[in-house]
Each structure stands twice: as C-alpha cells, then as structure tokens.
C-alpha cells in the first residue's frame, strides 16, 4: 500500500490501493478527497482486504455457481432480510435455467436481451430478472470473472404494475359478514388486512404476545425460504422496510373482533390467524378459503393483497391524510402512498379548487 499524498489543493489526501486480481495481474486502486492520512490508509486497506476475498481463481466457473457464491456467501446473507433472500433465490432460479451453465464470458448482450423480452408479457417476473441479472453482472465484474459488463448494454423495460382490484365498504362489511355465515377461518385476517391494512404476511406472523393490552405491535413477516442444500421451508423474518414496524392502538371490540373465531371454537394456539385445529394459516391456504367464498356468494374477484388496497382507500374515501395513511400502511416512504392511492386524482384535484374558489368569492363579498 502506497502512502497517502497531500492532494493539489493543499486540504485533502489521496492515496493508492495496491492488489492482485483473479488473474494474478498486478492492479492498482486510486482514491482521493480524504480529510486525513489516517482515514486515507483505512480505507486502502479496507479495499484491498476486500478485493482479495472477493476474487474467484477458478476461471472454468459456470454462471449458476457464480450465483451460489454471490447467494449463499455470509456477508451477502447477513446484508439482506428473509423476504429478500427469498425474492433474489425465485430471480436467480430463472436466471439459472436460461444461462446457468454457460461460462461468464459466454452470453452475448442479444442473448440476454432476448431472453428479457421472452418475458415481457409477466412484467412482474421480467422486472425481476432485470434485478437479478444487474446483480450479477456487477458482482461478475467486481469479482474481474468479465472484462466488460454487457447488462449496461441492455434496453431494460419500464414496469408499470396493474392496478390491484379493491372493495369499498360496503363491499367490504358483505365480505365478512359471508366469511362469519360460513364459519370460516380466514376472518381474522381478513379483519387484519381490510381493517388495519396489514400485508398478508404481516397478518399471518402475528401471535397473541404481539397485543399489549389494546396496542397492536408489527414487526415481523413470514416468508418462504429456502437455503443452500435445503428445501423450502415456512420462517419468520423481518417487516418489509423499517418503516413498516408500526404499533396499532385498538378498541375493546375490534381486540375481541380479532379473537373471536379462536373463542367460538375454543382454540389454543399462540397463532391469531389459525386453521380450526389450531395450525398456523398460511397464505396458500388463505387464498383458496376466500377464492371459494367469493364464487359461493357472488362477490367480486378480490386478491389477499387487494384487502390492504381496500384499507387504503377506505382511509382516502374518508379524506384521512395522506401522510397518516402512509404511517398506517408502513410505506417506505409517502411516495408509495401517492403513486398507489393518490395518482391522478382528479376527484381530490376538483374538490380542492372548489375550496380556494369559495374562499375567495367569500373574501370578496
């Protein structure tokens, strides 16, 4: 490692990472704009230590094994939630299936262009592909497995995502009143979902210690995962986003709402969403219950996830602020919340010029 020299400027240092790639060639690393010397060596050190764990000898490695290194190593899995191990694992299994054996260097920019645009009519799972796929080509390049990094080459598709089908209200109110005529399981989520505006996996990770006299805690999801050499299995991870860690103050009655399938049936279970023997819901299951129920009493088509839609815009029907109903939900941020239940709104646009105009005709008489 070379010592850090005083820069043009006279205020700031640079200084030189010296390493060896993959290849065994001798590189060099320049970094400047550093307040000190000594924070100038950390970081010199730091990167080269990195690049040096980084580096993959085996120049015969196919792609699927480069993706279970990238996947499967520690630093890589401690650095991501449950859930989005679980979404990178579906990405990279396609991504395996069309060029797993293929050598790094071998896919060409118009093979993988093509293969993006075989799934332009599932925009979902193609958005997915593009992510796994920049994942990789950077990690590729980091790792020197590939001298030019052709997914910059690539015209990635803009994804716009349908819009989910919701209930009002009413709608809602004849949902569960079918749910509670057919005794069914599922009306504690759906409670929690249409109610509260829980995300399904939110709704099914809850246990009876997440309510605190009449305060509702969420921070934690369940998620479908699966490791290296292991099969899939059912786990409790971490919310979505930090943000999504959120607290609900309850009435009496919607407390004992929640728990009412579990008291008609005298369950014992830690779980709030349970099977009638007691086994935690999962949202398979979920899914097929209201499916049914649907078709039974002739109710719109409605998805599980389409219940926290139905939260969201009951919350706007009832002019709730878009600021609280983003807190309510857990977004990320108020962006979310506008492009999802705020875009063009031309009903909330007409009615806020209906306001400034009657103030000012007021002002003027």
């Avoid at 009143?177 to 399981?185: E, G, T, V």
């Avoid at 509260?196 to 805690?217: C, V």
């Avoid at 099969?231 to 004992?256: C, H, I, N, Q």
Wanted: hydrophobic residues 35%; charged residues 25%.
């Amino acid at each position: 490692m070379a010592q850090p020299k005083l820069e043009a400027n006279g205020k700031t240092w640079g200084i030189t990472a010296n390493y060896t790639d993959a290849r065994g060639v001798y590189r060099r690393k320049y970094q400047g704009g550093f307040p000190t010397q000594a924070k100038a060596k950390k970081w010199a050190t730091a990167y080269a230590t990195e690049m040096s764990k980084k580096v993959i000898t085996d120049r015969n490695i196919t792609i699927q094994q480069v993706i279970e290194k990238l996947l499967y190593e520690k630093e890589f899995v401690d650095k991501v939630s449950k859930n989005t191990m679980a979404f990178y694992e579906q990405g990279f299994a396609i991504v395996c299936d069309a060029i797993g054996q293929m050598k790094p260097t071998q896919p060409t920019a118009m093979l993988l262009q093509d293969f993006i645009n075989a799934h332009l009519d599932t925009p979902r799972k193609c958005k997915t592909i593009c992510q796994c796929l920049s994942i990789l080509y950077n990690y590729m390049e980091r790792v020197d497995l590939i001298d030019n990094n052709i997914y910059r080459k690539l015209k990635i598709p803009q994804y716009t995502p349908k819009e989910t089908p919701y209930y009002d209200l009413k709608q809602y109110k004849q949902l569960l009143k079918a749910i509670l005529d057919c005794d069914s399981p599922i009306y504690t989520p759906v409670l929690l979902m249409g109610g509260l505006g829980l995300r399904p996996s939110e709704a099914l990770a809850l246990t009876n210690d997440d309510i605190h006299g009449n305060i509702l805690q969420i921070d934690k999801a369940v998620v479908y995962v699966k490791r290296k050499n292991q099969k899939l299995y059912l786990d409790t991870g971490d919310t979505k986003t930090e943000k999504s860690v959120r607290a609900f103050p309850l009435e009496d009655s919607f407390v004992k709402e929640i728990f009412r399938y579990k008291t008609a049936h005298n369950i014992q279970s830690p779980y709030l969403c349970v099977t009638q023997d007691g086994k935690q819901l999962l949202e398979r299951m979920f899914a097929r219950h209201l499916k049914k129920i649907l078709l039974d009493y002739g109710l719109p088509h409605i998805s599980p996830y389409g219940l926290r839609h139905t939260f969201g815009q009951i919350q706007k029907s009832v002019k709730t602020d878009i600021y609280t109903i983003s807190r309510l939900m857990g977004h990320s941020n108020i962006g979310t919340t506008t492009r999802t239940y705020f875009h063009n709104d031309n009903i909330l646009n007409t009615d806020a010029l209906k306001a400034v105009s009657s103030m000012i005709q007021t002002e003027n008489k």
